[in-house]
């Protein structure tokens, strides 16, 4: 067992934390204020090396291991979790979802470019009766001789409105269930595809997503991802990695908002005293530094055993759920301890505190990772 980290890793972990200064932060209030993302991050990232350090070489990534691709998330995310997720969220579940079923043709086609940043690839599942239970998913996908028919609606989906491709999921036949489930891309400018942006965030205001409308689109036979029957198994893959980076994301703005607070509560002096010297502010200080650094071992954990290829469903779950919720605790505290000061936009650790409860729903939800632990435990199903 080693708990060291590399000079490797030391090395990208510095680097990402230098561009997460320098580049995220800066426009960060402004786009906030305008519930405003800005995609030129995503081509800055990827000349850093930093978009999709997950992702095979050959297929413009840099083909890190998961531990390595934590740390650099995480780092990131001290600046921002929402934006850095939409930068870079297109190489996660999409594209992950890509590598694993599409073709060599389709992965040639539209990997290298999404991991280099020069397209934006959006993931969509989420419908408005289809969330975390997907077999309730409605988009239609009608096959009509050398094509298929789409209709339907994706909601909350991360870049939306400005993604050049998409990747989605359609039922082909309604009676077959889960079993009727097929994965499709389709390039933005197709006739019937049309997108909205999501307005009236309270949280995660620096992210994007958008509302896509099919309607009667056509798609050839060729644009059909993986076979019929597994879109959800082919998507679980790119799932578990955006789990993964959600749980390091969670880490990063929680180290954040534990260095801010540190700041503040050495430089606030009541009571005669820095607030740092009151006993139940360093107990608040103590509790925050021990969470984290046990979401912080549960995320690299998590990947270690996903880059050896381990069976990791309940550590993966252990991990997002833990992390996340964290990350919302953290960043509460982390407000209280500025006081006033917390409640507006000069300190980061209210954009945390804002985007904290988008992280505990993002990636499954607190209550569907209480499930799965719970199913993987007693080797009994709560929800299906
Ligand atoms: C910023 C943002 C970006 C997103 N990006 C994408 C994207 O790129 N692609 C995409 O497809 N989707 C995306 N989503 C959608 C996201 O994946 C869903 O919001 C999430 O899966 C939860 O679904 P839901 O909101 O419909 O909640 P629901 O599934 O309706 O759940 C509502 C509540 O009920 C609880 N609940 C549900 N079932 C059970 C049960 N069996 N037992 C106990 N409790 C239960 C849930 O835990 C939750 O608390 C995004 C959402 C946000 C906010």
Same mark, same amino acid.
């Given at each position: 067992?080693?708990?060291?980290?590399?000079?490797?890793?030391?090395?990208?972990?510095?680097?990402?934390?230098?561009?997460?200064?320098?580049?995220?932060?800066?426009?960060?209030?402004?786009?906030?204020?305008?519930?405003?993302?800005?995609?030129?991050?995503?081509?800055?990232?990827?000349?850093?090396?930093?978009?999709?350090?997950?992702?095979?070489?050959?297929?413009?990534?840099?083909?890190?291991?998961?531990?390595?691709?934590?740390?650099?998330?995480?780092?990131?995310?001290?600046?921002?979790?929402?934006?850095?997720?939409?930068?870079?969220?297109?190489?996660?579940?999409?594209?992950?979802?890509?590598?694993?079923?599409?073709?060599?043709?389709?992965?040639?086609?539209?990997?290298?470019?999404?991991?280099?940043?020069?397209?934006?690839?959006?993931?969509?599942?989420?419908?408005?009766?289809?969330?975390?239970?997907?077999?309730?998913?409605?988009?239609?996908? +009608?096959?009509?001789?050398?094509?298929?028919?789409?209709?339907?609606?994706?909601?909350?989906?991360?870049?939306?409105?400005?993604?050049?491709?998409?990747?989605?999921?359609?039922?082909?036949?309604?009676?077959?269930?889960?079993?009727?489930?097929?994965?499709?891309?389709?390039?933005?400018?197709?006739?019937?595809?049309?997108?909205?942006?999501?307005?009236?965030?309270?949280?995660?205001?620096?992210?994007?997503?958008?509302?896509?409308?099919?309607?009667?689109?056509?798609?050839?036979?060729?644009?059909?991802?993986?076979?019929?029957?597994?879109?959800?198994?082919?998507?679980?893959?790119?799932?578990?990695?955006?789990?993964?980076?959600?749980?390091?994301?969670? +880490?990063?703005?929680?180290?954040?908002?534990?260095?801010?607070?540190?700041?503040?509560?050495?430089?606030?002096?009541?009571?005669?005293?820095?607030?740092?010297?009151?006993?139940?502010?360093?107990?608040?200080?103590?509790?925050?530094?021990?969470?984290?650094?046990?979401?912080?071992?549960?995320?690299?954990?998590?990947?270690?055993?996903?880059?050896?290829?381990?069976?990791?469903?309940?550590?993966?779950?252990?991990?997002?759920?833990?992390?996340?919720?964290?990350?919302?605790?953290?960043?509460?505290?982390?407000?209280?301890?500025?006081?006033?000061?917390?409640?507006?936009?000069?300190?980061?650790?209210?954009?945390?505190?804002?985007?904290?409860?988008?992280?505990?729903?993002?990636?499954?939800?607190?209550?569907?990772?209480?499930?799965?632990?719970?199913?993987?435990?007693?080797?009994?199903?709560?929800?299906?």
């Amino acid at each position: 067992m080693d708990f060291e980290i590399t000079e490797e890793q030391r090395m990208f972990r510095d680097m990402a934390h230098k561009f997460a200064e320098q580049e995220i932060l800066p426009p960060l209030k402004e786009n906030e204020r305008q519930e405003k993302f800005d995609p030129a991050i995503i081509k800055k990232m990827a000349a850093q090396g930093l978009l999709a350090p997950h992702m095979p070489q050959e297929y413009g990534g840099l083909g890190l291991d998961y531990v390595t691709s934590s740390i650099i998330w995480e780092s990131l995310c001290s600046a921002s979790l929402a934006v850095t997720q939409a930068a870079v969220s297109g190489s996660i579940q999409p594209g992950t979802n890509l590598l694993d079923a599409g073709s060599e043709a389709q992965k040639k086609k539209y990997l290298p470019p999404v991991n280099k940043g020069e397209i934006i690839l959006a993931g969509a599942v989420v419908e408005p009766n289809a969330g975390s239970d997907s077999s309730m998913i409605e988009t239609s996908a +009608v096959r009509s001789g050398n094509h298929w028919i789409i209709n339907g609606t994706k909601i909350f989906i991360t870049n939306g409105e400005i993604a050049d491709v998409v990747l989605f999921i359609a039922q082909t036949d309604k009676s077959l269930g889960l079993k009727g489930l097929a994965t499709f891309i389709v390039d933005k400018g197709t006739p019937g595809f049309s997108s909205t942006v999501q307005k009236g965030k309270i949280s995660w205001r620096g992210g994007s997503e958008g509302t896509l409308r099919f309607t009667d689109m056509e798609l050839p036979l060729e644009n059909q991802i993986g076979e019929t029957g597994k879109a959800l198994r082919n998507a679980l893959h790119g799932i578990d990695t955006a789990r993964l980076f959600l749980a390091a994301g969670a +880490v990063g703005l929680s180290q954040s908002c534990l260095e801010s607070s540190i700041k503040y509560a050495k430089e606030r002096v009541q009571f005669g005293k820095s607030i740092g010297g009151h006993q139940l502010i360093q107990e608040i200080i103590a509790d925050m530094a021990t969470k984290i650094e046990a979401s912080r071992w549960l995320t690299y954990r998590a990947a270690y055993l996903k880059s050896k290829g381990i069976r990791h469903i309940k550590e993966m779950s252990y991990a997002k759920y833990f992390a996340a919720e964290t990350a919302l605790w953290v960043s509460s505290q982390a407000v209280k301890i500025h006081g006033s000061f917390g409640t507006i936009d000069d300190f980061p650790v209210g954009h945390h505190y804002q985007d904290a409860i988008t992280a505990t729903i993002l990636g499954g939800t607190a209550q569907m990772h209480q499930l799965t632990i719970g199913q993987q435990l007693l080797e009994m199903a709560a929800f299906r």
